[in-house]
């Protein structure tokens, strides 16, 4: 029996909450606070089975500010229940017009 268990969370742990406006769910997921969003945003767009065809720039937006992929989840994060930290990303979208 091939049983895998939830990691425990540690302070340094950040819930991550991404929505996508075309998806029906919501990735959740757990990350250090020294995270990049870099690191974030391939993970979600494999959540959401999104790749890349070069004529799309995917980006998040928190809080109504679009993210830089270098920032740290651990940046942005905020304090929740139980002295939890989470963050609220939204998926965003934008068309690369050819030069």
Known sequence: ???QAEKP???DDVVVHATFAA???QFNEKFTSATP????LAAV???FNIESDGTTRYFFVANGDE???STTVGAIAEDGPGHSH????S??????SGS
């Open 1 to 3: 029996m091939n049983v």
């Open 9 to 11: 969370r540690t302070e």
């Open 23 to 25: 998806a029906t769910k």
């Open 37 to 40: 969003l870099a690191t974030v």
């Open 45 to 47: 767009l494999a959540f």
């Open 67 to 69: 993210q830089d992929p």
């Open 86 to 89: 989470s963050v609220k990303l």
């Open 91 to 96: 998926l965003r979208t934008e068309t690369i």
